[in-house]
Every structure is written in structure tokens, then in C-alpha cells.
Nanobody, 121 residues
Framework: QVQLVESGGGSVQAGGSLRLSCSASGSIFSITAMGWYRQAPGKQQRESVAAITSGGSTNYGDSAKGRFTISRDNAKNTVFLQMNSLKAEDTAVYYC??????????????WGQGTQVTVSS
């Protein structure tokens, strides 16, 4: 089991910055990757924002490239999403997730409760 707690959301004007944090606890040694999805108002599907593997490899969704940076602090079991040059269309609930694999190969995905990001134009 993995528990994820997000923080850092809030309201900001367009062009501003926010940094989201996601702290993991529990069976963290089996986490293979962590990342962020977001769900914009009125949209049913979540959009992939960024991810980072246990080895440090990163990838970004098209909307995040060049503006967002994902990083991790292994000592604190925390992943960060630095968001710069925010736009109104970045307004969404941002969800942290963790991909987890057991020693026997069982896979699971855990989610945080979500944190609201609101960007005003």
C-alpha cells in the first residue's frame, strides 16, 4: 500500500508559477514511477502532465513541455512539479500517482486526493 499526499495548489495569475508536491509513504520501495495527471473543469478524461521513474527519467505531456519540470527528492520520498508561465488553460485538479510493482510482479497504481490549480487571465 502507498499513500500519496499532495500540496501546493492554489490560485495564481497567468504568467505566474506554482510548485506542487507529492509525498509518498507506505511501501515506497516498490514504486517504479510517479507523476501527475490533471482534470480540467468539464472534462471527463484526465490528461497526463509529467512523470518521473525511479531511475530519474522524465517525460512530459505536450501541454507541459518547456514550462513544467518534474523532479524528486528521494530522501523525502517526494515528487515536485514546478509549473512556470501558467496559462488559464492549466486550470485543473492535479492528481499525483504512483506506479507500484510487488516482488511477485503484481502491479497497482495509487492516487492522491488531488489539488486544485486555478489560473486567472
Amino acid at each position: 500500500q502507498v499513500q500519496l499526499v499532495e500540496s501546493g495548489g492554489g490560485s495564481v495569475q497567468a504568467g505566474g508559477s506554482l510548485r506542487l508536491s507529492c509525498s509518498a509513504s507506505g511501501s515506497i520501495f516498490s514504486i517504479t514511477a510517479m507523476g501527475w495527471y490533471r482534470q480540467a473543469p468539464g472534462k471527463q478524461q484526465r490528461e497526463s502532465v509529467a512523470a518521473i521513474t525511479s531511475g530519474g527519467s522524465t517525460n512530459y505531456g505536450d501541454s507541459a513541455k518547456g514550462r513544467f519540470t518534474i523532479s524528486r527528492d528521494n530522501a523525502k520520498n517526494t515528487v515536485f512539479l514546478q509549473m512556470n508561465s501558467l496559462k488559464a488553460e492549466d486550470t485543473a485538479v492535479y492528481y499525483c500517482y504512483a506506479n507500484w510493482v510487488s516482488g511477485s510482479g503484481y502491479r497497482n497504481q495509487y492516487w492522491g486526493q488531488g489539488t486544485q490549480v486555478t489560473v486567472s487571465s
